[in-house]
Nanobody, 121 residues
Framework: EVQLQASGGGLVQAGGSLTLSCAAI????????MGWFRQAPGKGRQGVAC????????LYPASVKGRFTISIDNAKTAVYLQMNNLKSEDTAVYYC??????????????WGQGTQVTVSS
């Protein structure tokens, strides 16, 4: 059974940090692009970090570049998202995702259950 188990969300003050974790089981981890998405109330899902299956290089949108860092641990089949200098606009439900394609698309093959991140100003 495929599972992506996300954890680590919570309430943090603006300027603070959080690390999200996602444990992946049930599929060949190394063959998938692994990423993090978020969805704020009333907004669409947005990709915030991706490690491509092609070269394992991280990709970020401008809104989080320099503040968020994605990493993977192949031995633990886990993906992490270190979030620094958090802003109120980072408040959202965060999802980890696994995509068989070369990049993290909105139609990923597998999704975690989501973890809430709330940044207070």
């Amino acid at each position: 059974e495929v599972q992506l188990q996300a954890s680590g969300g919570g309430l943090v003050q603006a300027g603070g940090s959080l690390t999200l974790s996602c444990a992946a089981i049930g599929f060949t981890f190394e063959r998938y692009s692994m990423g993090w998405f978020r969805q704020a109330p009333g907004k669409g899902r947005q990709g915030v970090a991706c490690i491509s299956s092609n070269d394992r290089k991280p990709l970020y949108p401008a809104s989080v570049k320099g503040r968020f860092t994605i990493s993977i641990d192949n031995a633990k089949t886990a993906v992490y998202l270190q979030m620094n200098n958090l802003k109120s606009e980072d408040t959202a439900v965060y999802y980890c995702a696994a995509d068989r394609g070369p990049y993290c698309s909105g139609s990923a093959d597998y999704w975690g259950q989501g973890t809430q991140v709330t940044v207070s100003s």
